[in-house]
């Protein structure tokens, strides 16, 4: 493009700003635009064309605004840059680090303030992977810096098309991330420069890699109610819808601190700043148990609280998924956590609204559904050009109105995801925390990954089903002694109901304050699974209910004291060995 | 050089619409007419036309009307003049008390604060409500709404906490009070001796409808300069069902597709950006929000108490005439419980709350007659005593006086075995017998 094409504000209506061009001149759809107004540029983006008509929704109050002031077309879509130091950022929607603002603006976010998210001037130790005449295709390794613990390998840059030929490459040495450490050319002779940093459309997939693979191996949370009964796979993508007060943030927050990936993406979408506060001012302190690093280490914040601009609300999820795709690329694991989707969805409704477009169900646009297939479809395990594979896994919240899942929202993502953690208002009300419902919630991935699991033990998945089939008896149960009282039903029907209560007192839930039972590893979860599963099969031999009582009590009692004890420590053995015992074996297996 | 318009085009609603040139959004203007002046506020520009939204309403305004732009905002002033005193939804004086001309003015819905200046909260804001203080401690910066049906004294237990609550500022803001509810607040701040440290902003029910949507943001625009100076602020405001009505309303007069039952779209992020100017400032003050909402039909997942408790971190429950102790909840408790409270105050609350739970199922046990034993007489005893000296509205104590009380309630119905309390809290609080 030659010069860039400008325009004038015509009309403003909330954060949807109009603007007139001159006749002949480009646009682009997702364009950005700066409007000018009163000395400041509001970062905008161009979200309908109609003839010289520019329809733009500012990422920013658009208080002060005039028909007739300036704005500038940039000749870009809206993108990530991404390279080496994004580690421990936090970031607004639109990649502006907010820790640099702070500094230069004090306790409020003033508008039309932007900055570089990578630090320019940070020296980094490159060592070339590559030499000079190889071939590379985009995303293919040219050489790799040191952040923190990672090697961060620099990559061809991601939207390159067809093959280049490496004419020069940088020894190694220093550099920042601007500098350039390879030159390539391709057949037609055109020849670029290659930096360290690179930048991606937010809005468009990653797609530089060899092929996508089927999701088939465990992304472990260490929250036993998802390990075990309804598993994530590395790749794959689950939701957990619940009403407010469910505790889908504390959920959010604990995956974010025990899973077992490389990077979390924390995508704080229209939700309470105070929570983000919370992942903010911890995360620095605690540390990661595989690691031995601080947590903020290995995780990146994109931050766009319910009281920020709407429109960078929407942006913020492609931002994080981005930045998601681009770990893949790397090699890595990375967990993207949204909260949540519908905020997100809404800020999508606004803008609809805006542009008076016919609105679907609920006043959400007819658009959504595919909008939530798309954002969903970004995440996935692939196998990278060098062989090895990347995964990017993507958990949503959503926060359907009335915490009734019949909404849009939660239906159109049921329909993408393949894992579906349901929280439910009569499991938190009753303290049974993490409050997901066995009796709603499901998982693709128990089969898909079954060859998986069952490495665990050879009955794995038959015995999770078994127990899951337990838990809806000993519901149905509980809802017949509702009516009929403990007297009107069997021995046996009271018997499989108390062994369900002991499945959800001492597996489902989960203490998420005891630094104990928090987080569970996967030797835990397959030792004390299979104890509970032995339980879950023995025949008890009873004479009477008082006695049934009794001794299901005692044993829920020693697994539940089991739960709270360390690891294989002395406490914890004996009570295994208790429990052995109780169900007539030396040592349970 | 300040030009007039008077070409007004249209009116629809409370909005007007008039052809006019270089006019910024959200410009404030003044529309005169026979005898009668009103602000309004530019919403909305398309090409020449502006779109206005009255404050004073639309009634009686002529296509001739005057209209003048004022080239600046809303505003508010801001000083400590403020305290003691009295104002309409446009921020005028009601109170008969001088116009505030000479004090530095502030613009009203300012921008949000960057979340990494936010610290973790950890005050205490004592009510002296003791269903409040020891069962769900309000957190400074935290942002509660008290969900109560028509007819429940939300009013009464909003006066009672602006009363007593260790704030150092308490600023009312009504949004479509009833004239008598504003009289109520404004006798008790009196009686209480507090108007020194209170600033009211009023809108009562039979004020214009645009003015119940500036209501919040003048108070918070208030409370946010008081906690940067150092202030830990309390607002009050009541109720948020009519602020979302007049959303409602504004927005089908600009025939924006309405999203569910007629609210628009944006009402999450509209409630959003006013609750979330609740903040605890890094080296600074604090503001602190306790907003009625009210429950059309007590349907909690009607879309304005639903949107709300998305928001807030918690909420409380106001059925009949209680504050209700099972469904309330501050979801920030425990970062002050027993931290900065005192060490038995955890112990207390579960204690206290799961008896009082056992002692309901005794209630409807009994209520379906079945046979009462000894110890159901005693879980009655203490279901009496614990909506005498705690639930009851009228019960006015401090937190150490109410964790006493509590100590006593059970050591008067129950042996320390049954209470479930840790042995050293138990060894160190237990009442002795005289």
Request: charged share 25%; proline share 5%.
């Amino acid at each position: 493009m030659t010069d860039r094409t400008v325009g004038k504000v015509v009309s403003v209506n909330g954060p949807l700003v109009v603007a007139e061009i001159d006749p002949g001149r480009e646009v682009m759809q997702n364009e950005v635009a700066y409007v000018h107004c009163q000395g400041q540029a509001l970062k905008s983006e161009v979200i309908r064309i109609r003839g010289r008509q520019v329809d733009m929704q500012v990422f920013e109050s658009t208080a002060g605004l005039m028909i007739g002031d300036a704005v500038d077309f940039s000749g870009q879509v809206l993108s990530a840059v991404l390279g080496p130091g994004m580690l421990g950022n936090i970031y607004d929607g639109l990649q502006n680090p907010l820790a640099l603002l702070e500094n230069n603006q004090g306790f409020f976010l003033k508008r039309g303030q932007y900055l570089p998210p990578l630090d320019e001037e940070k020296i980094w130790d490159f060592v070339p992977l590559a030499k000079k005449g190889d071939r590379v295709k985009a995303g293919e390794y040219l050489g790799e810096v040191t952040e923190g613990l990672f090697g961060h390998p620099i990559m061809a840059p991601l939207a390159l098309s067809g093959n280049w030929e490496i004419t020069e490459i940088s020894p190694a040495g220093k550099y920042k991330i601007s500098s350039h450490i390879a030159r390539i050319k391709n057949q037609d002779g055109q020849e670029i420069n290659v930096a360290m940093k690179q930048e991606w459309p937010v809005k468009q997939p990653m797609r530089a890699y060899r092929e996508r693979l089927l999701p088939d191996k465990q992304l472990l949370t260490q929250c036993r109610l998802i390990d075990i009964f309804f598993p994530l796979a590395e790749g794959g993508t689950a939701c957990i819808p619940g009403p407010f007060g469910a505790g889908k943030t504390v959920l959010q927050q604990i995956i974010s601190r025990y899973a077992e990936a490389d990077i979390v993406i924390i995508v704080a979408c229209g939700e309470r700043a105070g929570e983000v506060v919370e992942t903010i001012r911890e995360f620095p302190q605690l540390e990661d148990p595989q690691t031995g690093r601080s947590l903020m280490d290995r995780t990146v914040i994109i931050c766009n609280t319910s009281s920020m601009p709407v429109a960078a609300r929407e942006a913020s999820i492609y931002t994080g998924l981005t930045l998601g795709e681009y770990y893949r690329q790397l090699g890595l694991k990375v967990l993207l956590l949204a909260d949540s989707t519908s905020r997100w969805a809404q800020a999508l409704r606004e803008s609809s609204a805006r542009l008076e477009e016919i609105p679907g169900e609920e006043a959400f646009p007819a658009y959504l559904e595919s909008r939530i297939a798309a954002v969903y479809e970004r995440a996935g395990v692939v196998k990278l050009h060098n062989e090895s594979t990347g995964s990017l896994t993507m958990i949503g919240s959503v926060s359907p109105a009335g915490g009734n899942f019949e909404e849009p929202v939660t239906q159109n993502t049921l329909k993408v995801v393949g894992a579906f953690h349901g929280l439910s208002r009569s499991r938190s009300d009753q303290r049974r925390y993490p409050a997901i419902d066995p009796l709603i919630s499901w998982s693709l991935y128990l089969r898909q990954m079954e060859d998986f699991l069952n490495l665990r033990h050879p009955e794995w998945v038959e015995r999770v089903k078994q127990t899951h089939k337990l838990m809806a008896d000993g519901h149905a149960v509980r809802q017949m002694m509702l009516v009929v009282g403990e007297e009107g039903i069997s021995l046996p029907d009271l018997v499989s109901y108390q062994k369900s209560e002991i499945v959800d007192a001492t597996c489902l839930q989960q203490d998420s304050f005891d630094p104990v039972d928090r987080a569970t590893s996967r030797q835990r979860q397959i030792e004390d699974f299979l104890l509970l599963t032995e339980m879950v099969r023995h025949q008890f031999d009873f004479e009477n209910k008082q006695q049934a009582r009794d001794q299901m009590t005692r044993l829920q009692n020693l697994f539940f004291q089991m739960k709270y004890s360390p690891y294989q420590g002395e406490k914890y053995t004996g009570y295994r060995r208790e429990i052995g015992r109780m169900l007539g074996k030396e040592e349970a297996r | 050089m300040i030009k007039e318009y008077n070409l007004i085009s249209r009116i629809q609603g409370d909005i007007i619409t008039v052809q006019a040139a270089g006019i910024r959004n959200g410009e404030l203007a003044t529309v005169k007419g026979q005898g009668r002046s009103s602000l309004a506020q530019v919403i909305r520009l398309q090409g020449d036309q502006v779109f206005l939204q009255v404050f004073a309403g639309t009634r009686g305004i002529s296509t001739g009307d005057q209209v003048r732009f004022l080239k600046h905002p809303m505003q508010v002033a801001f000083g400590e003049a403020l305290l003691g005193r009295i104002f309409n939804g446009s921020g005028q004086p009601m109170d008969g008390g001088p116009v505030l001309t000479s004090l530095p003015k502030i613009e009203i819905g300012g921008p949000s604060v960057n979340p990494i200046r936010r610290i973790i909260p950890r005050g205490f804001i004592e009510t002296r409500v003791p269903m409040v203080d020891v069962f769900n401690p309000l957190v400074e910066s935290q942002k509660l709404p008290i969900f109560a049906a028509a007819g429940e004294p939300y009013n009464e237990l909003l006066a009672r906490i602006g009363m007593r609550a260790n704030a150092d500022v308490v600023i009312l803001g009504g949004i479509g009070l009833k004239y008598d509810e504003y009289l109520k607040f404004k006798n008790s701040f009196e009686q209480a001796g507090v108007l020194s440290r209170t600033i009211m902003f009023i809108h009562t029910a039979s004020d214009p409808v645009v003015e119940r949507l500036l209501v919040p943001d003048l108070a918070l625009a208030a409370a946010e300069q008081f906690g940067v100076q150092g202030k830990r602020v309390l607002v009050l405001l009541s109720d948020m069902t009519a602020f979302a009505d007049a959303l409602k309303e504004i927005a089908i007069s600009m025939d924006q597709v309405p999203s569910n039952l007629g609210y628009p779209g944006s009402l999450y992020s509209d409630l959003a950006a006013r609750y979330e100017k609740a903040v605890d400032f890094e080296g600074a003050g604090s503001i602190t929000i306790l907003a009625v909402t009210t429950m059309p039909g007590d349907d909690v997942t009607h879309p304005v108490p639903d949107n709300t408790g998305y928001i807030t971190e918690g909420q409380f429950y106001l059925r009949k005439g209680v504050v209700e102790p099972f469904g309330s909840l501050s979801r920030l408790k425990q970062l002050v419980i027993g931290k900065v409270t005192r060490e038995d105050h955890g112990h207390i609350m579960n204690s206290m709350i799961r008896l009082y739970a056992k002692s309901r199922e005794v209630e409807q046990k009994l209520a379906m007659g079945f046979d009462k034993t000894p110890e159901d007489d005693r879980y009655l005893d203490y279901s009496q005593k614990f909506y005498r000296r705690f639930l009851d509205l009228k019960v006015d104590i401090g937190l150490e006086q109410a964790l006493d009380l509590g100590w006593q309630t059970l050591a008067e119905c129950f042996s320390p075995d049954e209470v479930g309390i840790k042995q050293e809290m138990i060894d160190k609080y237990w009442p002795q017998k005289k």
